[in-house]
């Protein structure tokens, strides 16, 4: 169906329905999809293959019929695939270096995604061990959650702050957290500023961020 889908498109550049740039974006799509598909069947390699021609194929330039935001989008959440994929791997460090890439490209083109952008960075962080920096990404991540109206999304946020701070050995925040999340399950009580200043409490020089 996805080949199919790709021959139809294909076509229309020909008509002039589609710009080359559009053509490009959409088949990213496709190969996207197609990676996801190999992944739920466990085909890693075939899987690997098709987030690297997605990659290759995304572009934000040339677009017509698809925006810009569109293409932006899935831009990132090609990033994230590809970063699931180095975690399985055992290629934490590369993985976080992808998402903190991801996180930059999200804060100057696709604005709207940069909050799953920061939460996959956080869990990234996190399960490479670098708890600290987790934390503190964690918080930025809630913070602008917590402005989406995504509970569920939200609870993600704030449990990977927790786990960041317990395994930094911050027992003592992890708690304070827990107890802030417990009573205001909802983060109505949640400001921008309060998640950024306690973010900035977890935070520590570069040198020791492991």
Known sequence: MLDELDRQMAGATQGQALSDGDL?????????????????????????????????????TDLRAVRLEESSR????????????L???????????????????????????L???????????????????????AAEAASRVAEEASPVRLQVARE????????????????????RMERDPLGLELSRADVLAAARSSDVPNA???
């Open 24 to 60: 490009r974006a959409l088949l990213s799509v496709t190969a996207n999809l197609r990676a996801l598909a190999f992944l739920m069947l466990k085909e890693w390699a075939r899987a690997e293959a098709e987030i690297a021609r997605s990659r290759e194929l995304a572009t934000l």
């Open 74 to 85: 899935y831009a990132a959440q090609e990033n994230i695939n590809l970063a699931q994929m």
């Open 87 to 113: 975690i399985k791997d055992g290629d934490g460090a590369r993985a976080v270096t992808t998402l903190e890439e991801n996180v930059e490209f999200c804060r100057e083109h696709a604005a709207d995604y």
């Open 115 to 137: 909050s799953e952008a920061l939460s996959a960075l956080a869990y990234a962080q996190f399960l490479h061990g670098e708890h600290r920096v987790a934390a503190r990404t």
């Open 160 to 179: 990977i702050r927790i786990a960041a701070l317990a395994g930094a050995g911050d027992s003592g925040g992890a708690a304070e957290e827990l107890h």
């Open 208 to 210: 020791t961020r492991r």
